[in-house]
């Protein structure tokens, strides 16, 4: 088959290197990919949030199967051009993909479906907003409504916080604004292929948002990440499925916009009891680096029995292992990083199907040289029989790569391997 990943990730490396290996997987193209992907695909310049400019790319270069790695193409309609066009792809729908693009579309998806999560309410003036928060009292959250890539969320400690965030929001003409309550718990992610009827697991991972070690500092995109989450055991994960998911995919195709595609539960976990914080309509970035190296090349039979409706013939085979994957930023990240410092010494290190470097943001300059070029950079990802193995085999790698340039947390996984201190 000819195979097209659009996105230009860790993510969509760690697609790519898993696809690589399945015997299907005759030519791979990724558009824009990176310098990491480069060395296992073709890459390619394609304007990916253009349905049209996608759907001619698929026509010309006679692709079979579209894998839509990031948010955007799928909210802007590539989805559905593609469905249109008679092509196979895996990702949901606009309408679909309105379960990311909007929280006050999801609360109120939820709450017509039964699904647990945190009390809300909708605002899109501020004087409104201010009475609310001042009548409910900190803590509190407050987030804008649309995409805002993770950086739109302010869980605020104190009411003069959720204030300032509120006229910080509203300073934007035309803003929307939903308050939640605080949901008390452990975050994990849940991953799900979606065929419209089946749902089915393909795994389970916690992800390290604040930049630094001990959870301080500001948020990122994500500093790293695990799988499985020791949160998700089987009776969390089937009450997750059972009061979570299903009812709202049962909510989706009520309503006529059934979900393709890949479902990224948020959940907050408390004394085993699943509650949904948000839903994401793709694979994580970094909690796909994990789960590539743990599914391995039978991810592209899964996503293509997911994309021709016949995930209830399927199921993943999973071993006893357990990944982790280290990012490494540059310096200045997530504010301005500092971009084209050389990284070495990536060549000496093993590369098999227990020790990969996922690119994230690199780029080769006028001479070859490997350079960075983006805020995550590097996800140093380990496989091994248990979370402490991964995590030593993941810091052992990161500590053979030469980038002065760069810099990582060095506690992740380690609360849950029960290395804290
Ligand atoms: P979101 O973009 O909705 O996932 O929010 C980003 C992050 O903010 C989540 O991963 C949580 O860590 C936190 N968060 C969001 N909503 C809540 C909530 N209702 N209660 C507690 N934490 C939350
Ligand atoms: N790592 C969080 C995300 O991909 O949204």
Redesign the pocket.
């Known amino acids: 088959m000819n195979i097209l990943i659009l996105g230009g990730g860790g993510r969509e490396h760690a697609m790519a290197w898993a696809f690589r290996d399945n015997p299907k997987c005759r030519r791979l193209l990724v558009a824009p990919g990176n310098a990491g992907i480069a060395e296992i695909a073709e890459c390619r310049a394609l304007d990916i949030l253009d349905p049209d400019a996608v759907v001619a790319f698929v026509r010309a270069e006679a692709i079979d199967f579209t894998v839509i790695g990031p948010e955007a193409p799928l909210v802007a309609g590539v989805a559905d051009a593609l469905r249109a066009a008679g092509a196979l792809v895996l990702g949901p729908s606009a309408a679909a993909a309105q379960l990311e693009a909007s929280?006050a579309f999801t609360r109120a998806l939820c709450d017509a479906a039964g699904v647990p999560?945190?009390a809300?309410a909708r605002f899109d003036a501020l004087s409104p907003a201010l009475a609310h928060v001042r009548a409910q009292g900190a803590p509190i959250?407050v987030?804008a409504d649309g995409l805002?890539a993770?950086k739109?969320?302010t869980?605020a400690a104190t009411l003069p916080e959720a204030e300032a965030a509120l006229e910080a929001l509203f300073a934007q003409p035309g803003a929307e604004v939903v308050i939640?309550?605080?949901?008390?718990?452990e975050?994990a992610s849940f991953f799900l292929l979606c065929d419209g009827e089946t749902a089915l697991p393909i795994g389970t991972a916690q992800d390290h948002?604040r930049v630094h070690d001990g959870d301080r500092g500001p948020?990122t995109g994500g500093m790293g990440a695990f799988s499985p989450s020791p949160l998700m055991d089987a009776d969390t994960t089937a009450r997750a499925l059972d009061e979570i998911v299903r009812p709202t995919l049962a909510e989706m195709t009520r309503r006529g916009t059934p979900f393709q595609g890949i479902l990224y539960a948020?959940l907050?976990i408390e004394a085993g009891r699943p509650r949904l914080?948000?839903y994401?309509v793709r694979l994580g970035d970094p909690e796909a680096q994990v789960l590539m190296m743990r599914l391995g090349a039978q991810v592209l039979d899964l996503m293509l029995a997911c994309a021709e409706g016949r995930l209830g013939e399927i199921a993943p085979h999973w071993a006893e292992d357990h990944a982790l994957t280290v990012v490494m930023a540059a310096r200045g990240y997530p504010g301005l990083p500092e971009t084209g410092t050389p990284i070495a010494g990536l060549e000496a290190l093993a590369a098999d199907s227990r020790h990969q470097v996922f690119h994230a943001g690199t780029t080769r300059d006028s001479t070859g040289q490997l350079v960075a070029a983006g805020g995550r950079v590097l996800c140093v990802t380990a496989r091994a029989a248990s979370l402490r193995g991964a995590r030593a085999a993941a810091y052992r790698m990161v500590a053979r790569i030469d980038w002065p340039g760069g810099f990582c947390r060095t506690d992740i996984g380690a609360r849950a391997a029960g290395e804290d201190g």
């Open positions: 929280k999560g945190a809300w959250v987030k805002a993770g739109g969320v869980v939640e309550e605080v949901l008390a718990g975050e948002k948020n948020g907050m914080v948000e994401n």
